[in-house]
């Protein structure tokens, strides 16, 4: 066990010195993550430009969401994507198993779903460790201009953690699920692109997912995708609790379980079928 | 107890039949041709601890194919092998641990790291004890001459160093068997030479069980008593270098150096005529034939200077391999030695 936690670690160590190695990469990746989150507000800002003067001292409100509710939402959706999102995750496995460095896993004792996941967690440990400071000067000034009405309670924190981690692990075994397939078609970009597509609208990341109208509402529900962003974001909103944020959290879990699963049938079965491509 | 068992192993590929143009193209949307290839036809080895054996045979032949069904990279069509008692495409820790498998121009280093930090993950990986490992990694650094590059990130180094640095991280976990796919390719002589000096030294010392794939001639003279050809998937011959030239050529070339400073024109009788550059003449003469032609040759002319030598190993292998190409005939699949 000792053996296995000091490799463990060395992996970790090795995966976040490869991320510094390129510095301007690295402080330029760091500090453009915020971007995408800017436009977004600005639409949504504009959108509440455009609504008809509030009436009866009512808020404007979409779907029950105030200007401040979507600007809360999307910072903490952008706190879940730190998380879930895996760039070049999928890309990068169909990538190893075309050219012939999948070999390496082969060969050595080593297990390439687990060093993929040390290794993802290194490049995040470095880019956040980072952006930390951005981001909570973001977040104070958020909570200064009344985005944000103070700090959930502990139950609600300690489940908005579990979804955060839960996210992650979630983000990771799906993402992987799709660089598997590559054992099979060798070129997985289209389906990537495909994948990406969905969970950008189905995910919660361009808007809350219960602004949605049936029957998108229920297929949101059968997906994993709002996990990825929309659900801890909602959890931290207290938009979700009681039996229903329990269940939210077993559904997580359950679809993690699965894609763990799914991942470890899919290698197996992907190395026996491989004809060792590239050399 | 043979360290390496094989017995008709086979592995056959699906290949995808692209054919040109765009409209082929557009057809392959729709519909695929594909063709079997059958990189290994069923091939019987036996290996025993400590033997150094080179694969020689031309590109195609099912030199690669072998190794990495040994090494476990990938499943056999067919037949079965054991190494070390284990099944390789079992891919069982316990034998990964046990052999290791360099191949030429590839990279199982980090791109981007000085070389000690793939070391440092290897020794972790192979759960190599710290002193075993420093003493390890500084002796080989050092045979391979490349301890001052260590702390130089690997897409820094020339080819030459990149493979020193491969050699280095695949060796310290002190395998009990190595393979090695062509590891000098592409490399100049000096490096070739240096890596040839370094493995015949590791082996000698440390009585490790290689199997290496080659296309140089002075790779696998310089290292091994025993040579594997394939063709075509098949093993055509399992035996001693030396006893090729004596299974598959049955000719010898005479050299002669005339005395008089000039050459006769009538040679072409004792054999084919190969070179003429006065005053010596070279030929090529049958075998069973060469004690006759002498006789008659040394009491016809005056002779200062006679060798009688095999062909060069080259030619007579590249006439093994082209008979496999031209004929079906010559399979002989597990010939031995």
Redesign the interface.
Known sequence: MHAQLTTWWTILRICLEERLVYRGDFALGTLMRFLPIVTQIFLWWAVFQALPAPTHGQAQNIAGYSYQDFVAYYLLTMVTRAFSSMPGLASGIALQVRNGEIKKFLIQPIDMLGFLLLSRIAHKLAYYSVALGPFTLVFALATWGGYFTGWPDATTLAAYAASLVMAFVLGFFLEASIGLIGFWFLEVNSLLFVYMLFSFFLSGHMFPLDMLPEPWRTLVELVPLKYLAYFPAAVFLEKITGPELLRGLMGQAAWLVFFVLFCRVAYQRGVRRYSGFGG | MPIIEVQGLAKS?RVYQKQEGLAASLRGLFRRQYREVQAVRGIDLTVDAGEFVAFLGPNGAGK??TL?LL?????PSGGSARVLGFVPWE?Q?AY??R???V?G????L?W??PAQ?SF????????IDPDIFERTRDELTTLLEVRHLLKQ?VRELSLGERMKMELTAALLHSPDVLFLDEPTIGLDVVAQHNIQKFLKQYQQQRNVSILLTSHYMKDVAALCNRVVIITQGWIKYDGSLGGIVDRFSGQKVVTVQFANDSVPQDLEQYGQLLEVQPPKARLRVARRDVGRMLAGFLSRHAVEDVSVEDPPLEEVIAEVFAQSEGGAGDRSPGDGP
């Open positions: 590929y690669t194919t990495k090494s476990g990279v990938i499943n891919r820790n990964r641990r052999f290791a498998l191949m121009q590839k990279n199982q980090w981007d790291l930090e440092r993950l290897h020794q972790q990986i192979y759960r990130p």
